[in-house]
Nanobody, 128 residues
């Protein structure tokens, strides 16, 4: 079970770090990612990391976002800086087959959240 936390209300220009406890998810090869969904918009992939540490970012967040995994804590993180109102959304942590995060594969922005077999219930982020 994946459990996200860290959401809340933030002023534009601020930063936020989201956490995802990867309870019981202990595959040696994996793809972990963050998706988000704003009201009346489709769920979009914004960042991913695989077991080799290869990361991928959607253009919408590239340069102001870092995805990282703490192996000791088995926790996934997403740090977003310079937040904009368009970043307001529910953020979801997902996990799945490593092929979805292959270094030479499509961007996470091109992935569907239904490709992943595990996901959390989301944490709301509001930027004003």
């Amino acid at each position: 079970q994946l459990v996200e936390s860290g959401g809340g209300s933030v002023q534009a220009g601020g930063s936020l770090t989201l956490s995802c406890a990867l309870n019981g998810y202990t595959f040696s090869r994996y793809c972990l990612a963050w998706f988000r969904q704003a009201p009346e918009k489709e769920r979009e992939g914004i960042a991913s990391i695989n077991h080799n540490g290869d990361t991928c970012y959607a253009d919408s967040v590239k340069g102001r976002t870092v995805i990282a995994k703490d192996n000791d804590q088995n926790t996934l993180y997403l740090n977003v800086t310079n937040l904009e109102p368009d970043d307001s959304a529910t953020y979801y942590c997902v996990a799945g087959h490593w092929v979805f995060c292959a270094a030479n594969g499509p961007s996470i922005a091109a992935r569907k959240w239904t490709d992943f077999g595990y996901w959390g219930q989301g944490t709301q982020v509001t930027v004003s």
